[in-house]
């Protein structure tokens, strides 16, 4: 964990599979700007684009500043969309690192990528997931049962680590759920380290037929707790197997 010059901390995710490391961090709803100013939802992610692209930055062998011509601290930053929404830099005329953006436990939280590969984040909380939410038309009994698993039996908890996690792949991908459905997201079973979760989750049926670059190959998720929340974060480079 890093700080940036207005005390703001900055977390590293490590590399899933040989993929490079991911900066994510988060602004309360209602923060501060270094000016004293109230943030809206936008202003508070242009400020997390600034703080994030900053600790890219300061990497000691950074991939995209290195691909950028000299002056590039310069170079004027916009968060631009592909024709399904998903994000990512533009410094200047030169496209930059995926980045993705989500809001829940009252924060906006951002998550920019060390390499070239797309990311999603999200963040779902369990109280989301009570009473008469209509789980088997979301989730797949197999994973639903295995994240109960992990989460000690707690329904609503186990849902909002799931849902996170095929929320941050359909980000990643692009694509949404408005081109895939919820269950044609397939969760498998996580392995496990340092209070956190890894998923590979895989597509299928109609999500596979519309990505068909998905066939054989695992989108990974690492999912860890926050608070009352879970955050989930997911890596695509299908460049790579």
């Not at 040989?18 to 000016?35: E, I």
């Not at 024709?83 to 496209?95: I, M, Q, T, V």
């Amino acid at each position: 964990m890093t700080q940036d010059q207005h005390g703001i901390a900055v977390q590293t995710m490590s590399p899933v599979h040989r993929m490079g490391p991911v900066f994510y961090t988060s602004l309360p709803r209602d923060a501060q700007t270094p000016q004293g100013h109230g943030t809206s939802g936008g202003a508070a992610r242009r400020r997390l684009v600034s703080i994030l692209w900053e600790r890219l930055v300061a990497m000691d062998s950074p991939l995209w500043p290195c691909r950028l011509p000299s002056g590039r601290d310069a170079l004027p930053i916009q968060v631009v969309r592909d024709p399904l929404g998903k994000p990512h830099l533009l410094l200047g005329e030169y496209r930059g690192p995926a980045i993705s953006f989500t809001q829940g436990g009252g924060a906006v939280w951002a998550a920019l990528c060390g390499d070239e590969s797309d990311i999603g984040i999200d963040v779902a909380e369990a109280d989301e997931f009570q009473g008469d939410y209509p789980f088997g038309r979301v989730f797949n009994a197999r994973e639903l049962q295995h994240v109960v698993s992990l989460a000690g039996g707690d329904v609503g908890k186990a849902s909002a680590l799931l849902w996170s996690v095929k929320e941050a792949a359909v980000k990643a991908l692009g694509c949404g759920f408005h081109l895939v459905e919820p269950r044609d997201i397939h969760v498998h079973p996580a392995v496990m380290g340092d209070g956190e979760y890894t998923f590979p989750v895989r597509l299928s049926r109609k999500a596979l037929e519309r990505l068909p670059l998905g066939a054989g190959r695992s989108i990974w998720v690492r999912s860890l707790p926050q608070a009352k929340t879970w955050l989930s974060i997911a890596f695509v480079n299908w460049q790579c197997r």
